[in-house]
């Protein structure tokens, strides 16, 4: 009785997991996590969670009765080990399991600073575990003083959650701006000044040369030789797509677990969905990091394991809280070579990436019409001319209907 077998009790591996048993699948179905906790929600983790304002329990995806209800085999703090493609096994923990269908939603792991530079020194964090979030609460005090290195979504989220924590926070970004990779300059200027209106230092074009401590962070020394205080120090400089398994098994990877437009691997009877895996998109292949992704990917992939046969079309979508504001992003902004601002109600506006004449991505900021609206004309395929949107006196819900 082997059945289908998911390494990975992340967001994709419990999306999947679920979609197998609403389809009707009765199969032996078994969920293999590293973590103690059943699966849960990660964005809340550098948020609400930290912040106090979320119980453990309202993070689980599940309640931790659902998996035995549908009879699904979840071992957590289990770590698959090997998989032999040709024997159709993985080995967790010493026992060997056979799998008619395996999935891996192995996720991705933070960058870390390497310990020559004093990445190893206590008080120094990542952002991606309960068990970070954890552990960097218990250093937390207001008044300390926090630096973040980097300066993408995570970092930034950590930031607000630290001032609102009453650290004294210092971001520090070697590129020229924050968010360079992922955003527009308008975008990156909005979060800049909304950071520095909360008391956060924001140092840009500034490079890390080495954490300073005896066993325990206590400095940070910068490119241009300046030394800043740490009670402190969160690391935010990307992730990197869990790959290990598949790659020794050897399967191939690209940025990723290479799939098809189905989500299976290079070897049949393996599939791949969320953080972990690469896919072909738009004449390319890209890879996402983001819930959304993870819960459509790893429910697509649970159809197609039955059969379905469906092409996956990503229809991207990420979003960000820092302090007061939402930031929702629909779409993909790479190519761009235009950007439209349209100012809503109050405070609240949005960017809107064109190439050409082709709408690719909106940032919007407290603008949720904005971002559902941008979000609907770009998976249907349609683009209102620049001047249209940046018209304010435009009612963008007609533009659904022309």
Not at 150 to 172: C, D, F
Request: proline share 4%.
């Amino acid at each position: 009785m082997a059945g289908i077998v998911i390494v990975g009790a992340g967001q994709a591996g419990a999306s999947l997991a679920a979609k197998l048993r609403s389809l009707g699948y009765a199969g032996a179905l078994t969920l293999i996590g590293e973590e103690p906790a059943p699966p849960y929600q990660r964005p809340p983790l550098s948020k609400g969670y930290l912040l106090g304002e979320m119980e453990l329990e309202r993070l689980y995806l599940r309640a931790p009765s659902y998996w035995q209800d549908q009879n699904v085999d979840l071992r957590l703090n289990a770590r698959v080990t090997d998989i032999d493609p040709a024997a159709k096994t993985v080995t967790v923990g010493g026992e060997t399991l056979q799998y008619d269908q395996l999935a891996l939603t192995t996720g991705s792991q933070p960058r870390k600073l390497p310990a020559s530079i004093g990445g190893d020194l206590a008080n120094v964090f990542t952002v991606r575990t309960l068990a970070d979030v954890d552990h960097m609460a218990k250093s937390i005090h207001a008044g300390g003083n926090a630096v973040i290195v980097g300066g993408g979504y995570i970092g930034l989220e950590a930031a607000a959650v630290a001032a609102k924590l009453g650290l004294h926070v210092t971001v520090i970004e070697a590129a020229q701006r924050i968010l360079q990779r992922v955003a527009s300059p308008e975008t990156s200027a909005y979060f800049r000044n909304l950071h520095q209106s909360h008391g956060v230092t924001i140092l840009e074009g500034t490079g890390l040369e080495r954490l300073l401590g005896d066993g325990t962070v206590s400095s940070v020394r910068l490119s241009d030789g300046r030394e800043l205080p740490a009670d402190l120090v969160i690391v935010g400089i990307g992730i990197i797509p869990g790959i290990d398994l598949a790659e020794k098994a050897g399967l191939a990877v690209e940025n990723g677990i290479r799939t098809d437009e189905l989500g299976r691997t290079s070897d049949p009877s393996i599939w791949a969905a969320g953080d972990c895996a690469s896919f072909p998109h738009d004449g390319g292949r890209i890879r996402l990091e983001s819930v959304g992704n993870a819960i459509d990917q790893g429910e697509l992939v649970a159809e197609n394991m039955l059969g379905a046969n469906k092409a996956y079309e990503a229809k991207p979508w990420f979003w960000s809280d820092q302090y007061d504001t939402k930031l929702q992003i629909a779409g993909l902004n790479t190519g761009y070579d235009r950007i439209v601002t349209r100012k809503g109600e109050g405070e609240a506006i949005s960017f809107w990436y064109y190439r050409g004449d082709r709408l690719l991505a909106v940032d919007s900021m407290n603008d949720s019409r904005a971002y559902m609206i941008g979000k609907r004309l770009i998976d249907a395929g349609r683009s209102p001319s620049p001047s249209v949107i940046e018209d304010a006196s435009t009612d963008l819900k007609a533009l659904l209907k022309a």
